[in-house]
């Protein structure tokens, strides 16, 4: 049973591009999550999505980010015209119910340059 | 607000001297109280699950217990392998999200 897949594992942007990354959940698993981590700082909380629906994007800045998980397809997270502030590990979890624990990816980790 | 503290935010230990890592926690309700282990350049692994006051769980040298107000890890004999920073989190009764702390970074030495 394959975990959670991310990719790509790296990526460099320069300041104004765009930003996607993508998340395939485990098998089975419905519930999806994003967070970001910068470096000697916890994982902080971006969005929730469900297929089809996001649930809770409290997380989320209100621009420039948004997230979607397609009825086929994996969950993607995308950033419009990055800014240097953007660099950060980002990770991908997913859960079979939202209810238990959560398994992450091994994340993206954003360069903006 | 919701939120988790760990202490302490760094541990050294040599090999065979056992401990315990502390993650406190303020919660209008808990779902549930997760730790995990995040080894440097990777995601966090999934170690355990507490639900309940009392509750304890066992893996190898890892066991996690749980109180209504904090949950530890103890670390029996660990080994230079059990480096890595422990991660706790909290999911809170009416939501979805996990609530991390900072982490506890451990280094054992041989």
């Known amino acids: 049973n394959a975990g959670v897949m991310q990719n790509p594992r790296h990526l460099v942007r320069r300041r104004g591009q765009e930003a996607r990354l993508r998340c395939s959940p485990m098998k089975g698993h419905s519930h999806v999550y994003w967070y970001r981590q910068l470096p000697e700082e916890g994982l902080k909380f971006m969005v929730y999505l469900q297929k089809e629906n996001i649930i809770d994007e409290s997380g989320m800045p209100k621009e420039r980010f948004s997230a979607e998980f397609p009825k086929e397809g994996p969950s993607i997270l995308r950033i419009q015209q990055v800014v240097r502030g953007d660099s950060a590990a980002y990770f991908c979890?997913?859960?079979?119910?939202?209810?238990?624990?959560?398994?992450f990816g091994q994340g993206t980790r954003l360069t903006v340059v | 607000e919701d939120q988790v503290t760990q202490s302490p935010e760094a541990l050294r230990l040599q090999e065979g001297e056992s401990s315990s890592l502390n993650c406190s926690y303020t919660v209008s309700g808990l779902r549930g109280l997760f730790w995990y282990r995040q080894d440097p350049g990777k995601g966090p692994e999934f170690l355990f699950t507490?639900?309940?006051a009392g509750e304890e769980k066992e893996k190898e040298r890892l066991k996690a217990t749980l109180t209504k107000k904090e949950s530890f890890l103890h670390i029996t004999a660990p080994k230079p392998e059990d480096s890595a920073t422990y991660l706790c989190a909290v999911q809170a009764s009416g939501t979805y999200k996990y609530i991390f702390g900072t982490g506890t970074r451990l280094k054992v030495l041989a």
């Open positions: 979890a997913s859960s079979p119910n939202g209810n238990t624990e959560a398994f």
């Open positions: 507490l639900y309940s």
